[in-house]
């Protein structure tokens, strides 16, 4: 995969296991950092809750996000997601799809640039939380996009 992207941008690259493009932006990883990736996105989105997927779920997670649909789920998060079809996947008019694929590789773009020493991290502790910043520009923190959330159609076992 080459290392610039057609806006000469830096790719993200943790494998082959999943090529995937989003934007102007092609992307790599290996299936462990996908799935993480994955579920974390759906953490974000309050879809499920955090530390409740098995991996049968994760992978019909991971199925979705890569190829835009399960085509043979192997888990109750599977059946979930086609069973209820468009109330959760067009929930709120917002597409979880592009929701998930947005987190995951919002997470990898920030993985890349601590790479290429672009940003600078600062731990809060009074929120328990990391702050990313543009080096040498405190004053402009990188937030996470605003985004809709999935808890009312949360998938619970």
């Known amino acids: 995969m080459a290392r610039e992207g ?3 941008h830096p790719n993200y690259f943790s494998g082959e296991d999943y090529i995937l493009e989003f934007r102007s932006f092609r992307y790599g990883f290996n299936r462990t950092d996908f799935r993480q990736r994955v579920e974390q996105a759906a953490v974000e989105l309050e879809l499920v809750r955090p530390g409740t997927l098995d991996e049968d779920e994760c992978a019909d997670l991971v199925q979705l996000v ?5 085509g043979n ?5 599977g059946d979930y997601l086609l069973d209820e079809g468009k109330s959760v996947i067009s929930h709120g008019g917002e ?7 947005e987190l995951v590789f919002r997470g990898a773009w920030l993985d890349q640039r601590l790479l290429d020493n672009q940003l600078e991290v600062v ?3 009074a929120d328990g939380a990391f702050h990313y910043f543009p080096r040498g520009h405190r004053s402009r ?6 985004h809709p959330s999935w808890v009312e159609v949360a998938y619970e076992k």
Do not use: H, K
């Open 6 to 8: 057609r806006n000469g």
């Open 66 to 70: 890569a190829s835009g649909a399960i």
């Open 73 to 77: 789920p192997v888990s109750t998060m």
């Open 95 to 101: 597409c979880l799809i592009y929701w998930l694929r």
């Open 123 to 125: 731990f809060d502790e």
């Open 141 to 146: 923190q990188i937030g996470p996009p605003p």
